[in-house]
């Protein structure tokens, strides 16, 4: 089985280390980012030197849409995902909780509990024997 991952928040930190090790473990690896496109790259040209197949993916994980073409953009180029890790997060910057508008308890709920669950969804669209894939792990990621 071919091994297609898809790295949410892939750009730094826990997300890029994963990108690293699943390059030399021979995965073709799609590097998710929301913003900082030039850390992704950065990371893109860090695992293709390493020799694996890989793309940068621009998509903000808390939107359906962008869940579905960042799934259809690996489906076209990389092949059918077997592996998701879901380490994109956020907490903004520190403040109190009754100093937090609506507008960022949602933005922060969004990212981290809705965009795990909807990119869930769509590796299991893929993966789950019911939908005619062949297995495959996702793995949640949580970080201070």
Request: proline share 1%.
């Given at each position: 089985?071919?091994?297609?991952?898809?790295?949410?928040?892939?750009?730094?930190?826990?997300?890029?280390?994963?990108a690293?090790?699943?390059?030399?473990?021979?995965?073709?690896?799609?590097?998710?980012?929301?913003?900082?496109?030039?850390?992704?790259?950065?990371?893109?040209?860090?695992?293709?030197?390493?020799?694996?197949?890989?793309?940068?993916?621009?998509?903000?994980?808390?939107?359906?849409?962008?869940?579905?073409?960042?799934?259809?953009?690996?489906?076209?180029?990389?092949?059918r995902?077997?592996?998701?890790?879901?380490?994109?997060?956020?907490?903004?910057?520190k403040?109190r909780?009754?100093?937090?508008?609506?507008?960022?308890?949602?933005?922060?709920?969004?990212?981290?509990?809705?965009?795990?669950?909807?990119?869930?969804k769509?590796?299991?669209?893929?993966?789950?024997?019911?939908?005619?894939?062949?297995?495959g792990?996702?793995?949640?990621?949580?970080?201070?």
């Amino acid at each position: 089985m071919d091994k297609v991952l898809i790295i949410t928040g892939g750009g730094r930190g826990i997300g890029a280390a994963t990108a690293l090790l699943a390059a030399r473990q021979g995965y073709r690896i799609c590097i998710n980012f929301q913003s900082d496109e030039e850390a992704a790259h950065r990371v893109l040209e860090q695992v293709r030197a390493l020799g694996a197949q890989a793309i940068a993916v621009r998509a903000d994980v808390s939107i359906e849409d962008e869940v579905i073409a960042l799934f259809h953009r690996v489906d076209t180029e990389l092949g059918r995902v077997t592996a998701l890790v879901n380490n994109a997060g956020t907490v903004g910057h520190k403040s109190r909780v009754d100093e937090m508008s609506e507008f960022r308890i949602l933005k922060v709920l969004k990212t981290n509990v809705l965009g795990p669950i909807l990119c869930a969804k769509h590796a299991v669209l893929r993966m789950s024997p019911r939908h005619g894939g062949q297995g495959g792990s996702i793995v949640n990621v949580s970080s201070v």
